[in-house]
């Protein structure tokens, strides 16, 4: 098998299996994942950035703002951007698949795992702990 190396396409390899399941546990502490300027624009280029770089933590605290975003509009009456929920898509696309590949386990199945850990997975994360 021959693999291209003109291609716009970027390889890398998978992450590990212990890399996914320390990301999983360390999904509340990511920090934010969304456009500094205001606009449609803006947010497009930046949800293209943040796909076309493929890094799992950046696509999962992506995932976890777009979903905030969308409960948000749906809770105000608002309608949820098409553009949103593209980039949403591609991105549970990229992040889940390769959870996925090296967890074992299907697709489908990996927005429940981080549910396990983490109930509300996207759309809530964990409160932070009370300081005593």
């Known amino acids: 098998m021959l693999t291209p190396v ?3 396409v970027l390889m890398r390899p998978v992450i590990t299996r212990e890399a ?3 990301l999983i546990q360390a999904i509340p502490s990511l920090p934010p994942c969304k456009p500094e300027q205001a606009g449609v624009r803006a947010a497009r280029d ?3 950035q ?3 770089r493929c890094e799992c933590g950046e696509l999962a605290a992506m995932i976890h703002n777009v979903c905030r975003k969308r409960a948000w509009a749906v809770r105000h ?3 949820v951007s098409q553009m949103d929920e593209r980039y949403l898509k591609r991105a549970e ?3 889940y698949g390769e959870l996925a590949a090296v967890l074992g386990t299907e697709r489908g199945q990996v927005a429940e795992l981080i ?3 983490w109930p ?6 964990p409160e932070p702990a009370a300081e005593a």
């Open 50 to 52: 943040v796909v076309m």
């Open 93 to 95: 696309d990229q992040l």
């Open 115 to 117: 549910r396990r850990s």
């Open 20 to 22: 996914a399941l320390a």
């Open 120 to 125: 509300g997975w996207p759309e809530k994360l």
């Open 77 to 79: 009456g608002k309608k």
């Open 46 to 48: 930046f949800y293209h």
């Open 6 to 8: 003109d291609t716009g």
